[in-house]
């Protein structure tokens, strides 16, 4: 199986960055990509980006294309999500997640780690 832990969020003003950590243990042979997302009160769960394992391929939500940065240290099975120009409506429980054998599906999760950007 594979386990996920999160790090690095807290509280930051308007324009200010950040950095998500998703470190994955286990059997990290399995991941095929992490996507990060991300869930703001009273509002659904929305997808924020991924990156795919093998190519290094990312995508993002166009809320976040050009602020966010998805990249993976792949000495550490990490990876990071740095937030620049953060603006209050960013505000959210961050989540990151795993798919597992080259599937679409998000199998596994991390804990979730609160961002607050005050205005």
């Known amino acids: 199986q594979v386990q996920l832990v999160e790090s690095g969020g807290g509280l930051v003003q308007a324009g200010g960055s950040l950095t998500l950590s998703c470190a994955a243990s286990?059997?990290?042979?399995?991941?095929?990509?992490t996507g990060w997302f991300r869930q703001a009160p009273g509002k659904e769960r929305e997808s924020v980006g991924r990156?795919?394992?093998?190519?290094?391929?990312?995508s993002y939500a166009d809320s976040v294309k050009g602020r966010f940065t998805i990249s993976r240290d792949n000495g550490k099975n990490t990876v990071n999500l740095q937030m620049n120009s953060l603006k209050p409506e960013d505000t959210a429980v961050y989540y990151c997640?795993?798919?597992?054998?080259?599937?679409?599906?998000?199998?596994?999760w991390g804990q979730g780690t609160q961002v607050t950007v005050s205005s």
């Open positions: 997640a795993v798919s597992l054998n080259g599937g679409l599906s998000y199998n596994v």
């Open positions: 286990g059997r990290t042979d399995r991941v095929s990509r």
């Open positions: 990156i795919t394992w093998s190519s290094g391929y990312t």
